[in-house]
Antibody, heavy 118, light 110 residues
Framework: EVQLVESGGGLVQPGGSLRLSCAAS????????MTWVRQAPGKGLEWVSS????????FYADSVKGRFTISRDNSKNTLYLQMNSLKAEDTALYYC???????????WGQGTLVTVSS | EIVLTQSPGTLSLSPGERATLSCRASQNVFANTYLAWYQQRPGQAPRLLIYDASSRATGIPDRFSGSGSGTDFTLTISRLEPEDFAVYYCQQYGDSSPLTFGGGTRVEIK
């Protein structure tokens, strides 16, 4: 069974940093692109970032480019999102998903909540 | 960037009725068919229903079907079950800016 479990969310002040993790199991992690998607409270889905199989090709939404960094450790079956210079508008539930780039995102985690507030 | 516009914003229907949801892209999606549909129930993560415009994802009932190519796509739910009342999103992938989502259509009980 495919499982994606996000962690690392929490309350952070504007300008602060957080690192999200997504632990993957039930599939061969190194053979799939991975993606982060967020959802602000009461709003729709917003793509944040995607990474290819090897981690050497990354893509970002304009809203996070230069502040967020996606990475992966295929030896640990884990996806990361380093978030710096956080703003109030980054407040959202952050989902990790399998796929992206040239495929749909077939499996999603349950999300981790990031709240940026003073 | 490809912009996806979903209509209507809200669809009010009764159980057993047919639902037709639309997703229009600002330009042709990649390979004309790289378009997916997701269902999101309250408090839950999105669930993939349809990928590549018309392929049902694993475990999705056959009352869900997708059609379309290029810029115009449709999700049809042939007979609404109580658990189908939710928000539905379309998503395009494969472009150089990999993923974008539509704004969603809420299917509510009339």
């Amino acid at each position: 069974e495919v499982q994606l479990v996000e962690s690392g969310g929490g309350l952070v002040q504007p300008g602060g940093s957080l690192r999200l993790s997504c632990a993957a199991s039930g599939f061969t992690f190194s053979t799939y692109a991975m993606t982060w998607v967020r959802q602000a409270p009461g709003k729709g889905l917003e793509w944040v970032s995607s990474i290819n199989l090897f981690g050497d090709n990354t893509f970002y939404a304009d809203s996070v480019k230069g502040r967020f960094t996606i990475s992966r450790d295929n030896s640990k079956n884990t996806l990361y999102l380093q978030m710096n210079s956080l703003k109030a508008e980054d407040t959202a539930l952050y989902y990790c998903a399998r796929g992206g780039l040239i495929t749909a995102t077939h499996y999603w985690g349950q999300g981790t909540l990031v709240t940026v507030s003073s | 960037e490809i912009v996806l516009t979903q209509s209507p914003g809200t669809l009010s229907l009764s159980p057993g009725e047919r639902a037709t949801l639309s997703c229009r892209a600002s330009q042709n999606v990649f390979a004309n068919t790289y378009l997916a549909w997701y269902q999101q129930r309250p408090g839950q993560a999105p669930r993939l229903l349809i990928y590549d415009a018309s392929s049902r994802a694993t475990g999705i009932p056959d009352r869900f079907s997708g059609s379309g190519s290029g810029t115009d796509f449709t999700l049809t739910i042939s007979r609404l079950e109580p658990e189908d009342f939710a928000v539905y999103y379309c998503q395009q992938y494969g472009d150089s800016s990999p993923l974008t989502f539509g704004g969603g259509t809420r299917v509510e009980i009339k």
